[in-house]
């Protein structure tokens, strides 16, 4: 190789080799087992599908505006370098597939306003929390402001003019994030759930996880 493309692999070179781990699937693929274990971010797609399976149901109106198919999310799984470019590419596809997916319109059918009291619009994060908070008080933290921590990362990237550096913890930061958002979703169709038009009905997804894969 040359010179340059030397210098530019070596700058990929991991610098805490003991850390790195292979994958247990990916090893049992050469002993010939072809099972792959669901991961958090399919997880996170099939409780947008529960929940909008609910809330059509219930009040006729899907909760998110698009559900989504993981083989048609270009990023949306583990970090392939963990570079501060490729974790802030992946927060701000998440937030696009949750927060600013959550369909406005839906707050009209639970009555509540989308205006504050000057006239102005209200976010759908605020609503969420107005309606969490007249349906059960104590999800409030384990929805809403969930949610509300991967709206604020995904602003960085939009404010910003950052270095692009590499670091091996925007892998835990990634599944962090990841998990906390798939514990809101999990937590809010849990909830719906509860309402007496949906007890007992089949959904789509009746078991996710967050399988830990890294």
């Known amino acids: 190789m040359s010179s340059a493309c030397q210098i530019e692999w070596y700058n990929m070179l991991v610098p805490k080799q003991e850390k790195c781990k292979t994958l247990q699937n990916y ?13 958090v971010y399919s997880s996170i797609l099939k409780e947008l599908t ?42 701000s596809l998440l937030e696009k597939i949750i927060v600013s997916n959550i ?25 969420l929390k107005e309606w969490l908070l007249k349906v059960n008080a104590d999800c409030v933290s384990d929805i ?28 835990s930061k990634q599944k962090e994030l990841s998990d906390n958002v798939f514990y809101a979703l999990y937590t809010l169709r849990r909830l719906i759930q509860s309402h007496p038009e949906v007890k007992g009905m089949a959904i789509p997804h009746e078991c996710t996880e967050k399988y830990i894969v890294i």
């Open 27 to 39: 090893l049992n693929n050469f002993k010939g087992c072809w099972r792959f274990e669901e991961t």
């Open 50 to 91: 529960n929940i909008n399976k609910l809330t059509k149901t219930i009040w006729k109106c899907s909760f998110f505006k698009k559900e989504y198919e993981k083989s048609k999310l270009e990023g949306f799984d583990m970090l392939y370098l963990p570079t501060k470019k490729v974790f802030l590419d992946y927060v």
């Open 103 to 127: 369909n406005g319109d839906f707050f009209d059918f639970v009555e509540v306003s989308r205006k504050d009291t000057s006239g102005k619009p209200k976010g759908t994060l605020q609503c």
């Open 144 to 171: 809403h402001s969930n949610l509300c921590k991967l709206r604020e990362q995904r602003q960085e990237p939009a404010h910003r003019i950052y270095n692009n550096e590499y670091d091996l913890d925007f892998f």
